[in-house]
């Protein structure tokens, strides 16, 4: 059984930065990629950040240059820290398993974290 917590977020004023966490425990591989997802209010969930030992790390054309995804593999942790936050950034912000959610429709997601951007 996969569990994944999200912690980090808040409220910042758009320029600010964040520092999410992501924790998670189960069968998830140190060779799948971990991503972090954003869900804008009334829209999908959508991947922002990428991050995998074969491929390093990938970023969507809205968050590149501002968002840098790491992990402890050790840890089991996943990071996103978040610079220059734009109020288009405002949402919930959910890490997991890239392979487990492309495979997998029941796929267990975190509570998720929230991010609000004031402008």
């Known amino acids: 059984q996969v569990q994944l917590a999200e912690s980090g977020g808040g409220l910042v004023q758009a320029g600010g930065s964040l520092s999410l966490s992501c924790t998670f425990s189960?069968?998830?591989?140190?060779?799948?990629?971990m991503a972090w997802y954003h869900q804008a209010p009334g829209k999908e969930r959508e991947m922002v950040a990428f991050?995998?030992?074969?491929?390093?790390?990938s970023y969507s054309d809205s968050v590149r240059g501002r968002f840098t995804i790491s992990r402890d593999y050790a840890k089991n942790a996943l990071f996103l820290q978040m610079d220059n936050l734009k109020p288009e950034d405002t949402g919930v912000y959910y890490c997991?398993?890239?392979?487990?959610?492309?495979?997998?429709?029941?796929?267990?997601w975190g509570q998720g974290t929230q991010v609000t951007v004031s402008s």
């Open positions: 991050i995998s030992r074969a491929e390093g790390t």
């Open positions: 997991n398993d890239v392979v487990r959610v492309m495979t997998d429709q029941n796929a267990a």
């Open positions: 189960g069968s998830i591989s140190v060779n799948h990629a």
